[in-house]
Each structure stands twice: as structure tokens, then as C-alpha cells.
């Protein structure tokens, strides 16, 4: 490979999210939706807004050209399902879900810290009185950015989360290709045997693409309260054609409280 990027996000819970088939990524509407960029100066975002909702395209370090028919697909920015709500996603994917599919784009806020850049896009949902917020900071001089999500139950009832996506990332390749564009990289865990990283087609690990429509998935997870009991909470997912490479990792930050909520639990267990 003559070039290699690695870009780092603080996480999606599953591979099942990055690998949705045609079934679950939209093509973008013919009437032309609004497009805008967020670049932070070694990454470059695209986003676009058909009907008002907020859709996610391929995002590449800065310089690096896009596929062809890379506009053609996107996915929901946040991955939300809520109880009650259906799921477009068949099989085990989480991909997308309700209200995920159908949340409406409020605004977008772009600053800058002594740090690099930040993006705020807001999201809400009428039905269930939801309101979501996704941030992203962008550190200067690094292919790095740093992703996590907000929600707010606004009404008077209790609404149940199934399942709330901390990052997304979609167009990776297009999902006929998959198989023969890209490789997972996982790094298999146990004690005294730590960071063994082995790579897999996306069909090794059991998403099988069938050219019309996919209910499988590729996915990692460990059991129990250990983190790392089997995996390192960390991936790659490689494009062999385009010679790039995203690499995150999931990040879980302590308040004080919090941790010394945890703390007196590890001692009473």
C-alpha cells in the first residue's frame, strides 16, 4: 500500500453500524438536497439534507479524492432506536432505527477552542419529544477527530433507548465491494496476550453481502465487566483501493461522581 490514514473516532458500539447494506443506506434523493462540508483542516465532512434529515456521507482525510459514486450513499448521522419504535434494519444491524431514521435537522454550530474546531449538529424528534445533539472536535495538525452524542427527553413522558449510536460512518466502499475493498481489523485480548491484531473480509466475520439486500452483520463485542475480556474496545476498517484506513476506539470519560459511584460498586461486588 503506498498510503495509509488513520482516522480515530471515540466509537461505534458494533461493526453491524458500518457495514449496512443498500436496505439501510439511502441513495441521495434526484431533487438535489442541500450539501455543506466540515473540514477541520485534516478531514473533510459531508452531510446532506433530504426532506430536512440530516444524512452522513464519507468523510477522508483532506486531499484525498472520494469515490465516483460515493455521493450516491449515505446513512443516518445518529443511530437511535427507541421502545416501541420500528427498526428498518432486518436481522441484528444497527444501522439505523426509529425516531433515528426520521429525526429532523434543527441547526448545525461550528466554533473554534485552542485546540482545533468543533461541530455541533442538532437533531429533534416531535413525536417523542427528543432532542439530540452530535459533537465532533477536530484537533489541528491531526487526522483525528473525536465524536459522542447527546439526548434530551424534552416532554412530560418517559421514553425507553434501545440503542443510541456514538459514531456512524458510512460510504466506506460501495456495499457491492465490500467484500473485496475492505478489511476489519480486530484486535484479539487475553491476559498476557494483549493487542494480537489478525484482519478479515467483512464475509469472514459474517457479513455476507447478496448483491440485493443484507440482515447480516459483522460484529465484536466482550462479556462481563471487562472491557478488553476478548477484544480491545478499538478497530480498523481499511479501503484497499483507496489505500485508507479508519481507525477508533470507544472512550468512556469519568466525572468524579460517577467514578466514585463505580468505585463503590467494584468494592461491594
Known sequence: MDRRMFLISSGVTGLGALFASPDSVHAVETQSPEIF???TGELQFTFSLPQ????????????????????????VEVGLLCSGEDSPDSGMKQAGGSPGQRLQFVARDEQRNGRGKTLTLRHKDAGLHLD???????????????????????????????YL????????????????????????NSWMAEGQWHSFRPSELG???????????????SVGSWSTEKYLPMAVVENTRLGVAWFWQIERQLSAPSFARDAQFMNQS
Do not use: C
Request: aromatic share 10%; no cysteine; glycine share 8%.
Open 207 to 221: 457479513f455476507v453481502e447478496n448483491m440485493r439486500t443484507s440482515w447480516s452483520q459483522a460484529s465484536a463485542a
Open 37 to 39: 462540508s466540515w473540514n
Open 52 to 75: 430536512g434529515r440530516l444524512r452522513q456521507h464519507i468523510f477522508l482525510p483532506s486531499g484525498i479524492q472520494a469515490p465516483e459514486n460515493s455521493a450516491r450513499w449515505a446513512g
Open 132 to 162: 439530540i445533539q452530535s459533537h465532533y472536535e477536530a484537533f489541528d495538525g491531526l487526522p483525528v477527530v473525536r465524536r459522542h452524542v447527546e439526548i434530551v427527553n424534552t416532554g412530560a413522558e418517559p421514553v425507553g433507548i434501545e
Open 165 to 188: 449510536s456514538s459514531a456512524m460512518l458510512h460510504g466506506l466502499a460501495d456495499p457491492v465491494s465490500y467484500d473485496h475493498e475492505l478489511k476489519i481489523w480486530l484486535a484479539y
